[in-house]
């Protein structure tokens, strides 16, 4: 199965009188997903299901991916992409998405959880990857074990898009 981490776009700073869930994109997120949107177009991605955080920030990086590229379902939030799910929690999730005969998923999420759940997917001890606002990271996973199986197909910053 193919699985795209899309972390959410810049967003907002934290006000006194909201929540974290509240912060919105910025126009600087916006302009990072269309970005994002254009290379995926340039490049014919497109996912078969689209994921997201049932966070602000995080839904409207989906919705706005969902709005600009051509081809794209509308997204699905799911709760277990909210913050602190945890890597081993995204790996089951993962999994069970396999099983099911899921092949290309793309997830929209945070930090730390995806930079953790990438890392455990691949093999990689904690701490050895950062994975940057409104970047794309596609793995290639084996749908029998959810951890450390995983192979890294690329990994493109928004900037290089």
Same mark, same amino acid.
């Given at each position: 199965m193919l699985v795209t981490f899309l972390r959410h776009a810049t967003a907002e700073e934290r006000r006194? *009188?909201? &929540? *974290?869930?509240?912060?919105?994109? &910025?126009?600087?997120?916006?302009?990072?997903?269309?970005? +994002?949107?254009?290379?995926?177009?340039?490049?014919?991605?497109s996912?078969?299901?689209?994921l997201s955080s049932p966070l602000l920030r995080a839904r409207q990086t989906a919705d706005? @991916?969902?709005?600009?590229?051509?081809g794209c379902p509308p997204p699905e939030i799911v709760d277990w992409l909210g913050l602190d799910s945890g890597a081993r929690t995204v790996a089951r999730r993962l999994r069970d998405l396999a099983d099911q005969g899921a092949r290309d998923v793309w997830l929209v999420g945070h930090e730390p959880d995806f930079s953790e759940a +990438?890392?455990? @997917?691949?093999?990689?001890p904690v701490g050895n990857l950062s994975?940057?606002?409104?970047?794309?990271?596609?793995?290639e996973l084996d749908a029998a074990d959810g951890e450390g199986r995983?192979?890294?197909?690329?990994?493109?910053?928004?900037?290089?898009g």
């Amino acid at each position: 199965m193919l699985v795209t981490f899309l972390r959410h776009a810049t967003a907002e700073e934290r006000r006194f *009188d909201q &929540t *974290d869930a509240e912060r919105a994109l &910025t126009d600087k997120g916006l302009k990072q997903i269309k970005r +994002v949107a254009e290379l995926c177009q340039a490049h014919e991605l497109s996912p078969e299901r689209l994921l997201s955080s049932p966070l602000l920030r995080a839904r409207q990086t989906a919705d706005e @991916l969902h709005r600009r590229l051509p081809g794209c379902p509308p997204p699905e939030i799911v709760d277990w992409l909210g913050l602190d799910s945890g890597a081993r929690t995204v790996a089951r999730r993962l999994r069970d998405l396999a099983d099911q005969g899921a092949r290309d998923v793309w997830l929209v999420g945070h930090e730390p959880d995806f930079s953790e759940a +990438v890392g455990l @997917l691949l093999g990689c001890p904690v701490g050895n990857l950062s994975i940057k606002k409104a970047s794309l990271t596609r793995l290639e996973l084996d749908a029998a074990d959810g951890e450390g199986r995983g192979r890294l197909l690329w990994s493109v910053p928004v900037k290089l898009g």
